[in-house]
């Protein structure tokens, strides 16, 4: 593990130069991103110009005539196979426009996605998200053509989109700025390997079910001890795997 995964995110960004972020995202299809790329702390961190999202059709660079990006594998097995060429034209013409500092290709194969990696790729400059679908890729696109290979968890989905949705938005939301109170990201859970603290709010008393005490008494020490409690339990009963 990168030695700064292992460190807050915020603390991380005073050792690095925060540059605008660019996602370009290759899928074979683009309109699954319109909703999520339109919305909440994504469509503001766009506003804002923290971060540029980009969606290409990998259809636009077959000379297929059918447009067609897939073919049947060699050897027989049941599924269709995302080609290597039009993919390769894709990266390539991203890669004429800019250095880029990961390639990432979504796969269920892949390294499991966490929030040490989340809090790393918030700090670099240019990623590509490549979305696998079909039975997957031609082999020579994940030997030769990408940096990192990510799964989200030990399933399969019909394709990568979903996985790139969920990527993106736990990056783009560490963006300083992203979210309306930085600091709050710092509470949240796996930031410091352990599961985030019960939260209240208003009313103090619904039906008998009462805010703890210590919650209300203002003493910011007492408040911080307790939240550390609570996570430490909460971890040690739900995640015991993280303490390790």
């Not at 013409?93 to 390294?111: A, N, Q, W």
């Not at 019909?158 to 996985?163: A, K, Q």
């Not at 992203?178 to 985030?196: K, P, V, Y």
């Amino acid at each position: 593990m990168d030695a700064y995964e292992r460190l807050p995110v915020f603390l991380c960004r005073e050792l690095f130069v925060y540059l605008n972020m660019r996602i370009d995202i290759i899928t074979v299809l683009p309109e699954m991103f319109e909703s999520v790329l339109s919305c909440s702390i994504l469509k503001r961190a766009q506003q804002k110009g923290l971060a540029h999202l980009e969606v290409h059709n990998l259809r636009d660079y077959t000379h297929d005539v059918h447009r067609k990006v897939d073919d049947y594998p060699f050897g027989g097995e049941a599924g269709m196979v995302m080609k290597i060429e039009p993919v390769d034209r894709c990266i390539s013409h991203l890669k004429s426009e800019r250095d880029y500092d990961e390639i990432i290709f979504t796969s269920p194969d892949g390294e499991r996605f966490n929030q040490q990696i989340a809090n790393r790729m918030s700090m670099l400059e240019n990623i590509i998200i490549l979305c696998g679908h079909y039975k997957g890729v031609d082999y020579r696109i994940r030997e030769h053509l990408v940096t990192r290979e990510i799964s989200i968890g030990d399933y399969v989905l019909t394709g990568g989109e979903l996985p790139a949705m969920v990527m993106i938005d736990a990056i783009v939301r560490l963006l300083p700025g992203a979210i309306g109170d930085e600091q709050s990201a710092l509470s949240d859970s796996f930031q410091d390997n352990l599961l985030a603290p019960p939260i209240y709010t208003r009313p103090a008393d619904y039906k008998g079910w009462k805010v703890p005490d210590i919650l209300l008494s203002g003493h910011e020490a007492r408040i911080a001890d307790w939240r550390h409690e609570q996570s430490m339990m909460r971890t040690k009963l739900l995640r015991p795997d993280l303490l390790q």
